[in-house]
């Protein structure tokens, strides 16, 4: 049973350049949520998609944008990346977006590294 | 905003000994999670607490959900190395997103 996957595992871009980053969501899970982790710092909510549309946001601007295939996979975009965008980007899946929040459960993570 | 704070920030602890963090939100919750992150790794969900007062146990850890929905606690008995890592609250109040904590890292001394 395969758990939550993401890619790629490391990846260094450069200030104003967009990067995609890549989920897919444990067997059986349909609600994809993304997060942002700093360094020392807990997750940050960026968003969650349910049935293909974006059902919540954090407070992450509007370049953080992404999208949920009919296969419950999930892409995040970060577009004109600035430095503060260096961070552990984390997806987590989990199953019935309309029952509030369900465990979450995470992927490895894909390494951001802004220069 | 929904603020969820976590005390103490780091734990340094005796092998064998025990303690407790602290977890503590501005609203009242719809419900509280438990992860454990160990150095290196990701998130891994441990339990969730939905009703007032409510309290689980799972072997040496035990999870306990204010009586007010606004507060909760994670009490670990003789810990281990294994226990090692940073744990995180993530509380959710009616209609808003999950919010974590900052983290209890906790470090085992042999």
Known sequence: DAGVTQSPTHLI??????????????????????????????????????????????????????????????????????????????????????????????????????? | GQQVMQIPQYQHVQEGEDFTTYCNSSTTLSNIQWYKQRPGGHPVFLIQLVKSGEVKKQKRLTFQFGEAKKNSSLHITATQTTDVGTYFCAAEAAGNKLTFGGGTRVLVKP
């Open chain 1, 13 to 115: 871009k450069t200030r104003g350049q967009q990067v995609t980053l890549r989920c897919s969501p444990k067997s059986g899970h349909d609600t994809v949520s993304w997060y942002q982790q700093a360094l020392g710092q807990g997750p940050q909510f960026i968003f969650q998609y349910y049935e293909e549309e974006e059902r919540q946001r954090g407070n992450f601007p509007d370049r953080f944008s992404g999208h949920q295939f009919p296969n419950y996979s999930s892409e995040l975009n970060v577009n004109a990346l600035l430095l503060g965008d260096s961070a552990l980007y984390l997806c987590a899946s989990s199953f019935g977006s309309g029952r509030g929040y369900q465990p979450q459960h995470f992927g490895d993570g894909t390494r951001l590294s802004i220069l």
